[in-house]
């Protein structure tokens, strides 16, 4: 069975300084991931996947995050912090082996940006 | 696009009740699927329906919930006496094919008093 670890329940940034928000998983088989960010009383926001193509993947928002196997990592990152950007970012890891397709979710990282 | 439609967007209702929740997935999407959430963690997998089959269901289903989807559209998730841990957000997400990105309504929020 998959899982996914979000370090950092709550990470704090001024605007304008990087964005690193972390992201580890579990998966028996090439995993497919994905970074879904959530405002206040509303669903979750697609920001970017990986399905085995490039390890590097650039989303909306200039959000991007890079894959690497060999730490079975999956960080998000963002060169500058814009107020906006306040939310609360979910990883997600599917299998990808099977036809299901379900989403086994982090417990989430909430992102405060400071003025 | 007009998104994944959910309704309502909140439900207070008292212990014991039994009450309806109702998701209008993109129009072209066959992959239908619905999470619940609770405060402070991310979304868990409840249930699956490819077109109008219900394909897996997790072990948090309890034989209290049922979901449905007639003729491949919409669906619903039903929780008869409803319990004070049935409190979340419940959302629906659906997706065009396997391995294309779900895409999330905006939930509905059940209080149960």
């Known amino acids: 069975a998959q899982s996914v670890t979000q370090l950092g329940s709550h990470v704090s940034v001024s605007e304008g300084a990087l964005v690193l928000l972390r992201c580890n998983y579990s998966?028996?088989?090439?995993?497919?991931l994905f970074w879904y960010v959530q405002y206040p009383n509303q669903g979750l926001q697609l920001l970017l996947k990986?399905?085995?193509?490039?390890?590097l993947v650039k989303g909306i928002n200039g959000f991007e995050a890079e894959f690497k196997k060999s730490e079975t990592s999956f960080h998000l990152t963002k060169p500058s912090a814009h107020m906006s950007d306040a939310a609360e970012y979910f990883c997600?890891?599917?299998?990808?082996?099977?036809?299901?397709?379900?989403?086994?979710f982090g417990k989430g990282t909430l992102l405060t940006v400071n003025p | 696009d007009t998104g994944v439609s959910q309704d309502p967007r909140h439900k207070i209702t008292k212990r014991g009740q039994n009450v309806t929740f109702r998701c209008d997935p993109i129009?072209?999407?066959?992959?239908l699927y619905w999470y619940r959430q609770t405060l402070g963690q991310g979304p868990e997998f409840l249930t699956y329906?490819?077109?109008?089959?219900?394909?897996?269901k997790s072990r948090l289903l309890s034989d209290r919930f049922s979901a449905e989807r007639p003729k491949g559209s919409f669906s619903t998730l039903e929780i008869q006496r409803t319990e004070q841990g049935d409190s979340a957000m419940y959302l629906c997400?659906?997706?065009?094919?396997?391995?294309?990105?779900?895409?999330f309504g905006d939930g509905t929020r059940l209080s149960i008093l």
């Open positions: 997400a659906s997706s065009l094919a396997e391995y294309q990105p779900q895409h």
């Open positions: 998966s028996s088989v090439p995993p497919y």
């Open positions: 990986y399905t085995s193509a490039a390890t």
């Open positions: 997600a890891v599917s299998d990808g082996g099977g036809s299901n397709y379900k989403l086994t």
């Open positions: 129009s072209e999407h066959n992959r």
């Open positions: 329906f490819q077109n109008e089959a219900q394909l897996e």
